[in-house]
């Protein structure tokens, strides 16, 4: 029997651990029949609709073409710059902080096995971006464009500079050699692009939403060109999708998370969950998963068109750095919050604490153990800390952060969302109050069609003086 990649530890929720603030199991009991229906429904639906990142983790033939295009550029880039935004980054971004060493742009090139530097550019902010290009050599660094519509305003105008910059370094005839693009496979502005400048290019799957794309191509490419092994990712989320077919709720982990974190926000009114990694590597994982939970769950209508305002609001904190700004608040504050910890067993390197002062009783303890012995300590402190106070909270064990157990979490995630879109009865695959604030952008810079939206908002009545302060 192969050892688990993940471990789901959800003792912490129930009301034998944490006392009246805690779940019940008569309430999980209760909920058993709907939540394995809705785990079954979410099968049924496999490859179908929006469900379709389902199959990515065995699309071999997309493996073996990034692998190669990765490959064959070896050697030629000192930079990669992804050029994202939403679910075109935060997966790249979590990647590339777990897989890889923690100042990776800072080694030398040696240093980095020859892999060049990554840099996921998910803003517009012009202060970051002339900073960038301040320190990039244009005729030295490869672009990944990555839009499935190609009229996202951040992520093409983004395109729009660093192509100028590019053409004026290398001229006109060699800019194809310096893009990568990730886009729909025939709609969209930017294919047209793609095939009038020569760019190469993959495809956004149809059916693959942004926040569940990041074992497709979108998350693929700079996973690979950072020398990542982007099969043994995919192995660990085949296993992930293996664990989260079983039909019973007790067995399925993807299922009984759902569950219990629909649960602790609609029993308990536990409507925080703060995803809270002891591990720096991991850290960045709780910014994806911000975007699942929040963008998937967060909806105004039911599936039968009813008002219904539901979501749970995602959070996210760092251990042990956030024991010293948060946990008082987790602690003592309202009973409105579930924490998710992500513990680390083999952090891949250690440091031991030197025994320099074994006669200050204050710090000798310390001497001679270690600082994963430490963090790991400080992480079962605020377990217990939280228990003891009450507050539900649950774990889940990597032995390590490798390539599966990354895309063992990631698949694991998607198919908690899913499943808790089920129990929620709502869309977790639609985003209207995203494409709001689009429509806004292009009525405010002045895109054609979007004429009558921008006279709606000329038109708005301004902000009374009174509710105007300054400093």
């Known amino acids: 029997m192969s050892k688990q ?15 009246e603030h805690g779940l019940r199991e008569p309430a999980l009991e209760g909920l058993r029949e709907r939540a394995e229906a809705a785990a079954a429904a979410v099968q049924a639906d496999r490859g179908t609709g ?62 980095r096995g020859g892999f060049p530097r990554m840099h996921v550019v998910d803003n517009v902010d012009p202060a970051r971006l002339a900073g960038l290009v301040d320190v990039l050599d244009p005729a030295k660094t490869l672009f990944n464009v990555i839009s499935k519509s190609g009229s996202t305003a951040e992520t093409m105008s983004q395109f729009m500079l660093f192509r100028d910059l590019v053409e004026k370094a290398v001229g006109a005839e060699k800019v194809k050699e310096h893009f990568v693009c990730t886009t729909d496979a025939e709609k969209g502005i930017l294919r047209p692009i793609v095939r009038d400048e020569g760019f190469e290019s993959f495809v956004v799957p149809e059916g693959v939403g942004g926040r569940f794309s990041v074992l497709s191509e979108v998350g693929l490419f700079s996973t690979a060109i950072a020398g990542v092994d982007i099969r043994a990712m995919l192995a660990g989320a085949a296993r992930a999708d293996e664990a989260t077919k079983k039909p019973a709720l007790g067995d399925n982990p993807a299922a009984m998370l759902a569950a219990a974190l629909y649960l602790c926000d609609t029993e308990l009114g536990a ?8 591990s720096h590597a991991l850290r960045d994982m709780a910014d994806w998963f911000r975007q699942i939970w929040a963008e998937s769950l967060g909806k105004a209508v039911d599936t039968s068109g009813k008002t219904v305002n539901v979501g749970p609001t995602p959070a996210k904190a760092l251990g042990a750095t956030d024991q010293h700004s948060q946990i008082q608040l987790y602690t003592e504050g309202p009973f409105d919050k579930v924490v998710m910890m992500l513990a680390v067993e083999d952090f ?47 774990r889940i064990d990597f032995p390590a952060v490798t390539p599966e157990t990354v895309g063992a979490f990631f698949y694991l995630f998607e198919m908690t969302t899913a499943i808790a879109g089920r129990l929620y009865d709502i869309d977790a695959f639609n985003q209207p109050g995203v494409e709001a604030g689009k429509i806004a952008t292009y009525a405010l810079m002045g895109r054609d069609g979007y004429e009558e939206k921008r006279a709606e908002i000329e038109s708005a009545p301004r902000s009374p003086e009174k509710h105007i302060l300054g400093v």
């Open 5 to 19: 990649l993940l471990k789901l530890d959800v003792s912490g929720l129930f009301e034998a651990k944490v006392g």
């Open 50 to 111: 929006w469900l379709r990142w389902m199959d990515l983790p065995y699309r071999d033939d997309v493996a073996d073409a990034i692998a190669a295009s990765a490959k064959a550029k070896e050697g030629l880039f000192d930079d990669v710059v992804v050029l994202g935004i939403g679910g075109s980054a935060l997966g790249n971004t979590a990647v590339q902080s777990a897989l890889r060493h923690p100042y990776w742009n800072s080694l030398p090139k040696g240093g």
């Open 271 to 278: 409507h925080v969950h703060v995803m809270m990694p002891y």
């Open 348 to 394: 891949g390197g250690d440091v031991t604490i030197p025994e320099s002062y074994g006669e200050t009783g204050g710090i000798a303890y310390l001497g001679g153990h270690t600082f994963g012995e430490l963090l790991n300590a400080e992480m079962r402190a605020t377990e217990i800390a939280l228990s003891d106070a009450g507050r539900p909270n649950l």
